[in-house]
């Protein structure tokens, strides 16, 4: 009884924190939301207390932060991560943007879009229909409301990660959640990409130095 009660309480506190963030969203000013929406993907890095006391995600520690500090975060974002992550994130999104532009919306922001953002392009793409007969060697392929596109990826230590995809008239694939059960090879394909695009121990020192100075200044600029 107590270890549901314990799992009960995550739930809870999940669904909480889920509110918050939506609410923070909601109430963003509009000069950060383009930018926001187009680096979320990236910022799901816990931050450590000693920079955020309550060490929310990093998304979280971003939509808190006052409108001066997220201009001056903004500046930061590369800075604080290894060097060459910014240059394959702007490839991905340029992709994303060319290939997945069939949806009514800018690329990055379908489904497809963020996946491919966070993961890669992945190493075979399969369609089927709702039979499981495979269409991925049709050249004239129309889509159907009960056709499925998959996503294989091969990752050395994250195994064989598939993402389903299903259409949804008239011009939506959306991501299916029927194929989360893959012996957790989706989760840890994601964990490593994660840490690939996480700032770096050295980068968030760097920012809390800075956030260190900014509030010295603000304090001198009081007296």
Same mark, same amino acid.
């Given at each position: 009884?107590?270890?549901?009660?314990?799992?009960?309480?995550?739930?809870?506190? =999940?669904?909480?924190?889920?509110?918050? %963030?939506?609410?923070? #969203?909601? *109430?963003?000013?509009?000069?950060?939301?383009?930018?926001?929406?187009?680096?979320?993907?990236?910022?799901? %890095?816990?931050?450590?207390? $000693?920079?955020?006391? +309550?060490?929310?995600?990093?998304?979280?520690?971003?939509?808190?932060?006052? &409108? #001066?500090?997220? !201009? /001056?975060?903004?500046?930061?974002?590369?800075?604080?991560?290894?060097?060459? %992550?910014? #240059?394959?994130?702007?490839?991905?999104?340029?992709?994303?943007?060319? /290939?997945?532009?069939?949806?009514?919306?800018? @690329?990055?922001?379908?489904?497809? @879009?963020? !996946?491919?953002?966070?993961?890669?392009?992945?190493?075979? !793409?399969?369609?089927? &229909?709702?039979?499981?007969?495979?269409?991925?060697?049709?050249? =004239?392929?129309?889509?159907? +409301? +009960?056709?499925?596109?998959? $996503?294989?990826? $091969?990752?050395?230590? /994250?195994?064989? =990660?598939?993402?389903?995809?299903?259409?949804?008239?008239?011009?939506? $694939?959306?991501?299916?959640? +029927? &194929?989360?059960?893959?012996?957790?090879?989706?989760?840890?394909?994601?964990?490593? &990409?994660?840490?690939?695009?996480?700032?770096?121990?050295? @980068?968030?020192?760097?920012?809390?130095?800075?956030?260190?100075?900014?509030?010295?200044?603000?304090?001198? =600029? *009081?007296?």
């Amino acid at each position: 009884m107590k270890k549901y009660k314990i799992i009960l309480l995550f739930l809870v506190m =999940a669904i909480i924190s889920s509110c918050a %963030t939506f609410k923070m #969203e909601r *109430k963003l000013a509009p000069q950060f939301k383009d930018w926001y929406w187009q680096h979320v993907v990236l910022m799901e %890095t816990k931050i450590p207390t $000693w920079l955020d006391a +309550s060490g929310p995600l990093e998304k979280l520690h971003f939509l808190r932060l006052p &409108n #001066e500090l997220k !201009v /001056a975060y903004i500046q930061y974002f590369w800075k604080i991560r290894q060097e060459g %992550t910014r #240059e394959v994130f702007e490839w991905r999104v340029r992709v994303a943007d060319e /290939a997945f532009n069939d949806e009514g919306i800018l @690329g990055r922001l379908t489904d497809r @879009g963020r !996946v491919f953002i966070l993961c890669g392009q992945p190493l075979e !793409v399969f369609y089927y &229909n709702e039979y499981g007969q495979d269409f991925s060697a049709m050249s =004239a392929y129309l889509p159907t +409301s +009960s056709t499925l596109m998959m $996503w294989a990826y $091969w990752q050395y230590g /994250a195994g064989y =990660a598939r993402y389903v995809f299903q259409f949804v008239p008239p011009s939506k $694939w959306q991501l299916s959640y +029927s &194929n989360l059960f893959d012996m957790g090879y989706q989760l840890e394909l994601e964990r490593q &990409n994660k840490r690939f695009f996480a700032p770096t121990e050295e @980068g968030l020192m760097e920012w809390g130095a800075f956030l260190v100075e900014w509030q010295k200044k603000k304090q001198e =600029a *009081k007296k």
